[in-house]
């Protein structure tokens, strides 16, 4: 029996002002100093921060990086996976996101990363929020009930990069949402269900901006059921992600992410079980 995670899987103001002011002239000099800049003004930690989601077009790249441990009856073999996204995206209203998946490539043992057979890029994606609650819900070109939706799986990847925030945000603010959506390894239809806790945990500077720091907390659970080499095989897991966004409040805008997450997945067939174990690194940032 072979694993069925052959990818990757998880799993950011104000503008300063600076004042300057002029030192006094000492006797017999007849140049003028330079101007002298006082210290900048300190960074806000408290305060109130509109929040409206950009409508500009935005693009990010999505890294990740796994250790994945695969046990087999007695034995167990590790391999490192990565996977390299890259998307574009426009958010028309507050209630929907449109864009493109640029590239999707895949690497795993060492080898150079590619685009998996049978995905093409680019390709278009549409998702919608059903709910303040609710995690985005992503449609794409040959988007079925099927395991042959590729392009479905890609999607389904590059959603850290995305979350609906309260309308008003302060140093404190909490909130959540959720999702559940199917994805499919090996044939295996897997349907996940994803809980996210948000909470704004400070203020930074950036390129004289204030940008919030916001922590991500995830757990998800993972079950499935299928056939695999005339085997039926029932899969269930769980896992936890912690994610980190510097994000502009003043632009509606992620800046960046980083985080990391661990799943574990066991595979149970009529013959042998097959436990893997995955701990993963992600990075985001602006392309």
């Known amino acids: 029996m072979r694993t069925t995670f052959r990818y990757v899987t998880a799993a950011a103001g104000c503008a300063l002002l600076s004042a300057c002011q002029h030192g006094p002239v000492p006797n017999q000099v007849l140049t003028k ?35 994945v441990t695969i046990g087999l009856d007695t034995t167990a073999q590790p391999d490192t996976l990565t996977s390299h996204a890259e998307v574009s995206f426009t958010a028309p209203s507050a209630q929907s996101v449109s864009g493109s998946v640029a590239a999707f490539l895949v690497g795993s043992g060492g080898r150079v990363a590619a685009t998996p057979a049978g995905l093409q890029v680019p390709f278009p994606f549409r998702a919608t929020y059903a709910a303040p609650d609710v995690q985005l819900a992503f449609t794409a070109p040959a988007d079925t009930a099927s395991c042959s939706s590729m392009e479905r ?18 140093v404190g603010t909490t909130w959540s ?37 916001i922590a991500r907390l995830m757990r998800t659970r993972i079950d499935g059921r299928g056939s695999q080499f005339g085997d039926s095989v029932v899969v269930s897991g ?8 510097n994000f502009d409040p003043a632009r509606g805008e992620v800046i960046s992410a980083t985080g990391s997450s661990t799943l574990d997945i066991s595979l149970r067939g009529s013959q042998r079980t ?14």
């Open 153 to 170: 799986a890609a999607a389904q990847s590059v959603r850290d990069v995305w979350f609906r925030a309260p309308d008003t945000l302060r």
């Open 33 to 67: 100093p330079a101007p002298v800049r006082a210290p900048a003004p300190a960074i806000p930690r408290s305060g109130v921060w509109r929040y409206a989601p950009s409508t500009a077009l935005q693009r990010f790249t999505i890294d990740q990086r796994a250790l």
């Open 238 to 245: 769980s896992g936890n992600g912690q994610l980190t966004y």
């Open 177 to 213: 949402d959720s999702a559940s959506y199917v994805t499919c390894r090996d044939g295996i239809p897997l349907r996940s269900v994803v809980h996210r806790m948000f909470h704004v945990a400070g203020t930074a500077t950036r390129d004289g901006r204030t940008l919030l720091s």
């Open 274 to 287: 097959q436990i893997v174990r995955q701990a993963a690194e992600i990075r985001i940032g602006r392309n």
